[in-house]
């Protein structure tokens, strides 16, 4: 029995690189938007209202479909890849949560003088998803 | 959970890539499944069990038994 038909068309490997080119255009665009809707406001339009709740709207919307993208490519990955993934991000949830809640916590009690920033939350959970990812790799290699 | 993937693949002179195309998963996944490092889902064992033409039991054995 030959599967060398079956070698020449990996569909599996296929259709994951294209979700995850689908998912980095969505992301890309995201991170731009964002972009635009953070700093334009000051820099181009001079805080024009109508202008800026535009540039909010598109980046929710971009943002929503990051998403949608995201969800592909999870729905694409079989089922080891998927709980590798889903691992990391549960892992990346926690920590944010627990880490998130006592950073807030240290401003409250007066032991950092400086606001707690949401940057530096999104920082760790990214840290912390790369992380599980990695030892998930590593757990089943 | 034991199998035996490893044994068939090798009697038919397949790759691990090849056996990951024709299961419609990675390549990385054939071989932790080979190694015992992840246990397949039911719909995945009973699609290597098509492929061989073999019953699911055949394949897949509990580590108890």
């Known amino acids: 029995m030959s599967l060398s038909s079956q070698n020449n068309e990996n569909d599996y490997s296929k259709r994951n690189c294209h979700n995850t080119r689908h998912l980095r255009n969505w992301t890309i665009a995201w991170v731009i938007s964002m972009a635009i809707a953070a700093f334009a406001p000051k820099y181009v339009w001079d805080f024009n209202t109508v202008l800026s709740i535009i540039g909010v709207v598109i980046c929710i919307a971009v943002g929503f479909g990051m998403l949608l993208a995201n969800r592909k490519y999870l729905q694409g990955l079989d089922e080891m890849q998927r709980k590798i993934l889903f691992d990391a991000m549960a892992l990346s949830l926690g920590v944010g949560l627990v880490l998130g809640l006592s950073y807030e916590l240290l401003e409250d009690i007066k032991l950092i003088t400086f606001q707690p920033e949401i940057p530096h939350l999104v920082m760790v959970m990214c840290f912390t998803y790369m992380g599980g990812i990695i030892a998930g790799h590593r757990k089943y290699q | ?65």
């Open chain 2, 1 to 65: 959970m034991k199998n035996r993937l490893k044994v068939l693949r090798a009697e038919r002179d397949w790759t691990q890539a090849q056996l990951a195309s024709a299961l419609d998963v990675s390549r990385q996944t054939i071989n932790a499944i080979e190694k015992g490092k992840f246990d397949p889902s039911l719909p995945l064992a009973f699609k290597a069990a098509r492929l061989f033409n073999m019953a699911i039991e055949d394949i897949f054995q509990d580590e108890s038994d």
